[in-house]
């Protein structure tokens, strides 16, 4: 199933926006809740201050000068006040708090401190909640009180006024029930800014995708105005146009090879048919058909390898190559390419020289290793000089080989040197296929070095003549499809690493 990215967008825009609210909703609520509280003990403390002040030791007893409920009281009118004497019995409490002796001995399990303190208790039968202060005075009898009768002494009292809570929670769901609202009205308009944003936003892909259904298959090329593209989607666009150029790349490259195909297969079989046109004209002796027989014969020979370089090149291309691993001799392996191309030399006069490989083993297939090593050096007998010496030396690392192929020709033009791997790349551009040489030398031992987990680089900084250099690992990673193993030669040389020069 397809995820829309619009949704996915919006489902993480709208969870990001519901924490944001809620954090901010539940940091409001408790500000709220800790002013209301902080100014409802404000005013406790006050009114607990104002009754303080109201004590007296009228005839060595303590008193309450002025009864709540009378003028000028400063008591709010939901207040409850509780006055004990440090050393028992009730001074003044408020008709409420006086109907039930467990709700002074719930308000006074611990003895207040001298400051005003705060605290949240559950009173009366109902259990309602209610914020109590309390504060312990000491009274001091007046001056006149002192002369009259020297045997009143400071009298300690606890006092306490309570109010209910039940208007500030009140207050509190009122607020809650608000923020909850104004959020969730928040929430609707936010989603609905944030889905025409998100859309606005995902524009620019729809365009990007809209040019794209434009273009041509014939000549893939993205039409794009890079301002109309917003800077995060540069990237992809410039990986999208890397991707169509490559593709350009590989069809002009595809078309240049069926015109190839086309020119070296055009040739013979043009000559096969002018040949057998022209022998057909008139009777002619068995020696005169045996002749135009063999030259149609070598024509097909061209045709033949023209056709089987072609059906390596394909399967390199799809990747459906097999690779049959083995455990066997390089100096095996070089003596089976050299074996291949010694006829070709020896008509041109070449001599062939290769450096001592004794010892070193490869685990890899031995005919591909073969057909990379007898193309390099049928190329390098092809383009050095008649009578002139074609070399192959090796280089060791512990985990690979190097075979290096010099020959004593021209070398390779500069402008050539980076289209040498091409296909119908030739290095003498008036040849034609018509000799046998088609290009394909080079491509093929290149695609079956790199199937190996090796490469071929040609060696710019060797002069006179050409190095071709090809690497292999001296085990394999490429999937196999048989493993065998053949008997060894040797433990592998000593000399390893060293760089052995042909």
């Not at 009754?51 to 009378?70: K, N, T, Y």
């Not at 005003?116 to 009173?123: K, N, P």
């Not at 999208?240 to 013979?268: F, K, S």
Request: aromatic letters at 4%; charged letters at 25%; proline letters at 5%.
């Amino acid at each position: 199933m397809h995820r829309s990215l619009t949704r996915r967008l919006l489902a993480f825009y709208l969870a990001t926006l519901m924490v944001i609210v809620a954090l901010t909703c539940a940091l409001a609520w408790l500000m709220m809740k800790r002013a209301l509280y902080a100014a409802m003990d404000d005013g406790l403390q006050a009114e607990l201050l104002a009754v303080a002040s109201r004590l007296e030791i009228d005839e060595g007893r303590l008193a309450f000068e002025q009864a709540p409920g009378d003028a000028g009281e400063a008591l709010s009118a939901d207040a409850f006040v509780l006055i004990l004497a440090t050393h028992g019995g009730v001074v003044f409490s408020s008709p409420a708090l006086a109907e039930d002796q467990s709700l002074i001995e719930a308000i006074t399990p611990d003895a207040p401190a001298y400051t005003a303190t705060c605290r949240t208790l559950r009173l009366f039968p109902d259990q309602r909640e209610c914020r109590v202060a309390s504060l312990r005075r000491v009274v001091r009898p007046d001056e006149d009180e002192l002369d009259e009768d020297s045997a009143v002494r400071p009298i300690g009292a606890f006092v306490f006024v309570a109010r209910p809570l039940a208007p500030l929670q009140a207050t509190l769901r009122r607020l809650t029930s608000g923020l909850i609202a104004v959020s969730a009205a928040a929430m609707l308009l936010a989603l609905a800014g944030g889905a025409f944003a998100v859309r606005r936003g995902l524009r620019p892909l729809q365009l990007v995708a809209a040019d794209l259904g434009r273009v041509m298959p014939e000549n893939p090329h993205l039409q794009v105005s890079a301002t109309s593209v917003p800077i995060e989607l540069q990237p992809v666009i410039s990986t999208i146009d890397r991707l169509l150029g490559r593709i350009r790349e590989e069809l002009h490259r595809q078309r240049c090879l069926t015109a190839d195909i086309a020119h070296d297969l055009r040739t013979p079989v043009a000559g096969m048919r002018t040949l057998l046109d022209v022998s057909l004209q008139r009777e002619r002796s068995a020696m005169e058909y045996a002749a135009a027989m063999e030259q149609c014969r070598g024509a097909l020979r061209r045709l033949s390898a023209l056709l089987d370089d072609v059906m390596v090149l394909s399967r390199l291309d799809a990747g459906v190559d097999e690779v049959r691993l083995q455990r066997v001799p390089l100096d095996a392996i070089v003596e089976d390419a050299v074996a291949t191309v010694q006829p070709m030399a020896a008509a041109r006069g070449v001599a062939l020289r290769c450096a001592d490989c004794r010892g070193v083993e490869l685990d890899s297939d031995r005919a591909k290793v073969t057909q990379i090593l007898a193309n390099l050096l049928s190329n390098a007998i092809e383009h050095g000089r008649d009578g002139k010496l074609v070399e192959v030396g090796f280089a060791l690392t512990p985990d690979r080989v190097e075979c290096a192929i010099v020959d004593q020709g021209p070398g390779i033009a500069a402008p050539l040197r980076a289209r040498i791997f091409d296909r119908f790349v030739r290095g003498d551009a008036t040849r034609s296929g018509e000799d046998g040489h088609h290009g394909l030398g080079l491509p093929i031992a290149l695609g079956l070095a790199r199937l190996l987990g090796g490469d071929i680089r040609l060696d710019e900084t060797h002069f006179p003549g050409a190095c071709f250099v090809v690497s292999l690992p001296l085990r394999s990673h490429a999937t196999a499809c048989t493993v065998g193993r053949a008997r060894g030669h040797g433990a592998p040389s000593e000399t390893a690493g060293a760089r052995v020069r042909p």
